[in-house]
């Protein structure tokens, strides 16, 4: 049955403004977008009524850990895609670190049955570069690619040997496909938990330099100028990182790049104590990295947001600063803090934001989604924008509960969530 979803607001890009509409939705498809002064016709539709609300294409985040298989403890594919569903996406692309690593195709086939199962939104594999993301020997590209993966990553690890990420880069290319990098030099991190900075030095801590991660950065910048690949670099923390894929770009190699919700809002300073829900990879960096890498997303140097959702049990981070595993959750505040925290503040406008994670990571990764259209595929997050509300952890529909926004009250909540014009989550 078709479903009208009425009284929308719509952003359009043009007018930079929001308008009301009327938005028709059939066979996994939007079908009509009509202007909101006129009644539309929803004889034999179901109707759903958006009273209001912001109506956008779903959000796509292109870096998150379900940890399914093998750390289902922590998440597995049905608890992660709700939580996503909940933060209003609708598209993730999932990190290979779980056990076993995702780097044959049966793991990659594995994911993909589960979430057609079970999964509340649209899952795209990605698979490891090197085998048990050990750095040592290449996955077989053209079996994963041929089994779903979309791209290659060993995310959770730096690939440390120059030879190994250019062998990648090229066999990569020579399939189409993108390499996704975690960049972190590990003979410059040495077992440090944050960043080299004000809270190290407050509490006598070994730090992690910004180097050990602009010096991948760097590296593979040129390995990408040399082998064409397209390189994208996940969760940019540093001022430095940020002027070489500034330069990249200028230099017309084909380099992209993403940050986190948290990179963009908190700097080591804000860290209260030595509670392990801030401690994550990278670490957060000192306010004039906060500050590059904001502006790096306001010039388009970083094309798009991602969360990084990296869930951990409670007695994981509870092993405190030093012990405790690296990641935060993501899914479930990510639209709410950066509307409170960007929108509402006046620095970005709405559409910057809904931009940044719809359109950009479609036209990055080449998705059909992320945008709102006629003919475009109807996956759609509906927003209250009035909506304010404390975090609880505790109401995760995510099994991590490790936030460091815990109590923070933010303003722009989703309220349903549609994929292939189905609502996989409604709270209206
Ligand atoms: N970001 C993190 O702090 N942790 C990630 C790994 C990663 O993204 O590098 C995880 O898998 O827990
Ligand atoms: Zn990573
Ligand atoms: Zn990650």
Redesign the pocket.
Known sequence: MAIWIINGNVWNDEAERLERKHIRVDGGIVTNIEDGETAPDTAGCEVIDAGGKLVSAGFIDM???LRDPGFEYKEDIASGTQSAARGGFTTIAC?P?TRPVTDTPETVQYIKDKAKREGAVRVLPYAAITKNELGRELTDFAALKEAGAIGFTD??VGVQNAQMMKDAMALARSLDMPIIA?CEDDSLVKGAAVTEGAFARKHGLKGIPNESEAIHVGRDILLAEATGVHYHV??VSTEQSVRLIRLGKQLGIRVTAEVCPHHLVLSDEDIPGLDANWKM?PPLRTPRDVEAVIEALEDGTIDIIVT?H?PHSAEEKAKGMELAPF?IVGFETAFPLLYTKFVRTGRWSLGFLLRRMTADPARVFGLPSGKLAPGAPADLTIIDLEKERQVDPDTFASKGRNTPFAGWTLQGWPVLTMVDGAVVWSGI
């Open positions: 870096h998150v850990h990190m670190n995310d959770g975690h996940c969760h990879n990084d990296a990641g």
